[in-house]
């Protein structure tokens, strides 16, 4: 029972972005076991956490983020812009139940200075995204959240941006990650997965200050990635195969089927 259960819940938690729901289905299409159905909760929990789900709260046209740094318990979590918490449905990632939340910090102004201006950088630099600023450890540290969505199903791909720091409020450095998450399936099932350790120093402890390291770490990680995705199409890509085959033609792979057994594609015949 508990293998079976781990290995269902392998398939929650390594879920592409935007797709969690298609993933429910397929396992109650494969199971009906009430027991290993219900024991899949905490892998629900654990991936809207890591994946730093939005969620648009009822009334409002904003989305927020679900993450470790911002969980009450008990199945609620909070967001210090709206100064509100709420509960969250980790299987149907739905929000309800609504209240007002006062965030207790001793570094309250420097959180709203960083949301304000982590919002900002998000909505100059990222379709689709969101922010989050918390107290976390105890009001030791200030963690930083950005995620932004992309997702295209009638093109057959979607993909997801996350980030997060964590900024010891009187330090001089600040610690996170940055990673990206991008699935395409169109005539096949191609996944980037990647994840870069960063560590900022700091000049300054004024939001300002932080968030331009922030978004000067961030564009250096794009740019990295997109050197990377030129050198791979231009070298080992283009090794694995003819860009074109020795007729300089397209294949047609619709009509391959039509071709006599025997018929080699270039019209001679085998012998």
């Known amino acids: 029972m508990a293998s079976k259960s781990n290995a269902v819940a392998s398939f929650v938690e390594a879920a592409p972005p935007g797709e969690l729901s298609n993933v429910i289905t397929d396992i109650k299409a494969l199971t009906s076991d009430s027991q290993v159905l ?117 093109n057959f791909w979607n993909g997801r941006w996350r980030s997060q720091y964590l900024l010891k409020p009187n330090g001089s450095s600040m610690s996170g990650s940055i990673k990206v998450d991008v699935h395409y399936y169109e005539d096949g099932n191609v996944r980037l997965l990647t994840s870069k350790p960063v560590s900022i120093s700091l000049s300054s402890t004024s939001a300002s200050d932080i968030i331009r390291q922030i978004a000067s770490t961030e564009k250096k990680y794009q740019e990295d990635l997109n050197r990377a995705f030129t050198n791979m199409n231009e070298g080992a890509f283009k090794g694995l195969r003819r860009q074109l085959p020795v007729t300089r033609q397209k294949v047609e792979w619709d009509k391959i089927g039509g071709y006599r057994l025997g018929q080699d594609i270039g019209g001679g015949r085998s012998r």
């Open 38 to 154: 219900k024991s899949l909760d905490p892998a629900y929990k654990k991936y809207n956490e890591e994946q730093f789900t939005t969620v648009k709260l009822p009334g409002s046209s904003e989305s927020v983020v679900v993450s470790e740094y911002n969980a009450l318990g008990v199945g609620r979590y909070f967001d210090t812009t709206s100064s509100s918490s709420f509960a969250f449905d980790h299987a149907t990632q739905k929000a309800s139940s609504v209240q007002s939340h006062t965030v207790e910090s001793q570094h309250l102004d420097l959180i709203k200075s960083l949301s304000k201006a982590l919002s900002t950088h998000a909505s100059e630099h990222y379709p689709s995204s969101s922010v989050g600023v918390y107290p976390a450890e105890n009001d030791s540290v200030i963690a930083l959240v950005v995620v932004a969505n992309k997702y295209s199903p009638n």
